[in-house]
């Protein structure tokens, strides 16, 4: 009998443990998967506002970890070799790092805002020539951005990423090729009409941005 | 809206795209740059064009960067940090804002501008050679030749206005040409038209005089 219970007794303590561990960790997963979730709303814009206004290295660092790999990925499928694709990545970052300041939460997912940063870098890199940029306009001194606005403008970016992807095939292609760079802009003239409604909702909540910052 | 305008209208919209995409040639770049700076419209949907890359990059896979990457970022930075320390820029006033002062200097009096003829001038802008850019200036109620397009044209008003059998274009509007648009714009009575011009082919003008001219002219 003892030597049965002591024989049980171990293995219900293992189920029990295994139980309790798996408990944590479930719990553990839902935190990570929570963290994530605020994460896709605005964290990312945060970071990079942390990084404007305090320099901060570690919410860089977040970046670099997350968008590095991303850039780096993005550059490639439009034909850089990697050690040039690495490169660029790099200067990308610095300049995520320089302009941190101009960037505006409330018009720009932070993901749109370093595409664009990565695609000044890809140009500038590739051809050596130069590439006329907008006047950069002037965003208020307000210390907090009003987190509602940057939630807005990121889900829009999602929204607009979902469209395109389920465009008809054809079309879906020709933007992809556009934005990775693998194709000419008589291909594109020649293109008879791109249906992205989506679009529309886009530019008018951009445009009222804009009508707001101006004020 | 005829259907010319409503394929004018996409063509527009794709070049907005090729921008946010960074496919244009320097040329065609030039004179979007130049009405994003001017038009609260276009800036919205350039805006909205680039949000479609922020998506994707979003999206995208991952390919891995190098073990020392984000140090030797971070040593760039530190490197970097007393060459930069750009403001926000000032919003411009004057005709010409920041992109295409950079090709034109600060204002009109600036600008060396060559006669063609009936007090028409342009000036050639230096840009890569896949597109060409140019300013014209059209005196108050005067008409261009009428010509047609090879290629692709883009017309951006800076000052004044114009019109053609397409409508009425003024400061900021952008005239889209191809080989489909016959046309003979006429700046408005009001005074004089300047306008930025970016063309990935040398026009074609119906009369022969225009067309004799053309190779001296660089039109």
């Given at each position: 009998?003892?030597?049965?219970?002591?024989?049980?007794?171990?293995?219900?303590?293992?189920?029990?443990?295994?139980?309790?561990?798996?408990?944590?960790?479930?719990?553990?997963?839902?935190?990570?998967?929570?963290?994530?979730?605020?994460?896709?709303?605005?964290?990312?814009?945060?970071?990079?506002?942390?990084?404007?206004?305090?320099?901060?290295?570690?919410?860089?660092?977040?970046?670099?970890?997350?968008?590095?790999?991303?850039?780096?990925?993005?550059?490639?499928?439009?034909?850089?070799?990697?050690?040039?694709?690495?490169?660029?990545?790099?200067?990308?970052?610095?300049?995520?790092?320089?302009?941190?300041?101009?960037?505006?939460?409330?018009?720009?997912?932070?993901?749109?805002?370093?595409?664009?940063?990565?695609?000044?870098?890809?140009?500038?890199?590739?051809?050596?020539?130069?590439?006329?940029?907008?006047?950069?306009?002037?965003?208020?001194?307000?210390?907090?951005?009003?987190?509602?606005?940057?939630?807005?403008?990121?889900?829009?970016?999602?929204?607009?990423?979902?469209?395109?992807?389920?465009?008809?095939?054809?079309?879906?292609?020709?933007?992809?090729?556009?934005?990775?760079?693998?194709?000419?802009?008589?291909?594109?003239?020649?293109?008879?009409?791109?249906?992205?409604?989506?679009?529309?909702?886009?530019?008018?909540?951009?445009?009222?941005?804009?009508?707001?910052?101006?004020? | 809206?005829?259907?010319?305008?409503?394929?004018?209208?996409?063509?527009?919209?794709?070049?907005?795209?090729?921008?946010?995409?960074?496919?244009?040639?320097?040329?065609?770049?030039?004179?979007?740059?130049?009405?994003?700076?001017?038009?609260?419209?276009?800036?919205?949907?350039?805006?909205?064009?680039?949000?479609?890359?922020?998506?994707?990059?979003?999206?995208?896979?991952?390919?891995?960067?190098?073990?020392?990457?984000?140090?030797?970022?971070?040593?760039?930075?530190?490197?970097?940090?007393?060459?930069?320390?750009?403001?926000?820029?000032?919003?411009?006033?004057?005709?010409?804002?920041?992109?295409?002062?950079?090709?034109?200097?600060?204002?009109?009096?600036?600008?060396?501008w060559k006669n063609i003829?009936?007090?028409v001038k342009q000036?050639?802008?230096?840009?890569?050679?896949?597109?060409?850019?140019?300013?014209?200036y059209?005196?108050?109620?005067?008409?261009?030749?009428?010509?047609?397009?090879?290629?692709?044209?883009?017309?951006?008003?800076?000052?004044?206005?114009?019109?053609?059998?397409?409508?009425?274009?003024?400061?900021?509007?952008?005239?889209?040409?191809?080989?489909?648009?016959?046309?003979?714009?006429?700046?408005?009575?009001?005074?004089?038209?300047?306008?930025?011009?970016?063309?990935?082919?040398?026009?074609?003008?119906?009369?022969?005089?225009?067309?004799?001219?053309?190779?001296?002219?660089?039109?």
């Open positions: 009998m003892l030597d049965l219970l002591d024989n049980i007794n171990p293995d219900v303590e293992v189920l029990e443990r295994s139980f309790k561990l798996s408990a944590i960790s479930n719990r553990m997963l839902s935190q990570v998967l929570e963290n994530n979730n605020n994460k896709s709303k605005d964290y990312w814009a945060r970071c990079i506002v942390a990084v404007a206004g305090k320099s901060d290295k570690e919410a860089f660092s977040n970046l670099f970890t997350h968008f590095a790999p991303r850039i780096k990925s993005f550059l490639m499928k439009g034909g850089a070799d990697a050690i040039i694709a690495e490169e660029c990545v790099q200067e990308t970052m610095v300049a995520v790092w320089n302009k941190a300041h101009l960037f505006d939460p409330t018009r720009a997912a932070a993901s749109t805002w370093i595409f664009t940063i990565a695609r000044n870098k890809r140009i500038d890199t590739a051809r050596r020539n130069n590439r006329p940029e907008p006047d950069v306009l002037p965003w208020g001194n307000e210390t907090e951005p009003d987190a509602s606005e940057i939630i807005s403008i990121q889900e829009e970016t999602t929204l607009l990423a979902q469209a395109v992807k389920e465009l008809p095939e054809k079309q879906r292609i020709i933007v992809e090729r556009a934005f990775y760079n693998d194709l000419s802009h008589q291909e594109i003239a020649n293109e008879t009409g791109l249906p992205l409604g989506t679009i529309k909702s886009r530019i008018r909540l951009a445009l009222q941005r804009l009508r707001h910052n101006m004020k | 809206m005829n259907t010319h305008m409503t394929i004018k209208h996409h063509l527009n919209e794709q070049l907005l795209m090729g921008y946010a995409a960074g496919i244009l040639p320097e040329a065609f770049s030039l004179v979007i740059a130049t009405q994003v700076s001017i038009s609260d419209e276009a800036r919205a949907r350039l805006e909205s064009y680039e949000a479609i890359g922020g998506g994707m990059l979003e999206d995208s896979d991952t390919e891995e960067m190098s073990p020392n990457a984000l140090d030797s970022v971070f040593k760039k930075i530190e490197k970097s940090k007393s060459t930069v320390k750009t403001k926000a820029p000032e919003m411009v006033e004057g005709i010409f804002p920041e992109p295409l002062k950079k090709y034109t200097g600060d204002e009109l009096n600036s600008i060396k003829g009936r007090g000036s050639i802008l230096k840009t890569d050679k896949n597109a060409s850019a140019r300013l014209l059209i005196p108050a109620g005067t008409a261009m030749p009428n010509h047609s397009h090879n290629g692709l044209e883009m017309t951006l008003v800076l000052e004044g206005s114009f019109y053609d059998k397409d409508g009425y274009f003024k400061r900021g509007d952008i005239e889209i040409g191809d080989q489909e648009l016959h046309h003979k714009p006429t700046a408005s009575d009001e005074g004089p038209c300047i306008c930025l011009i970016a063309s990935d082919a040398p026009l074609k003008f119906k009369s022969i005089l225009p067309r004799i001219l053309q190779p001296f002219f660089k039109i």
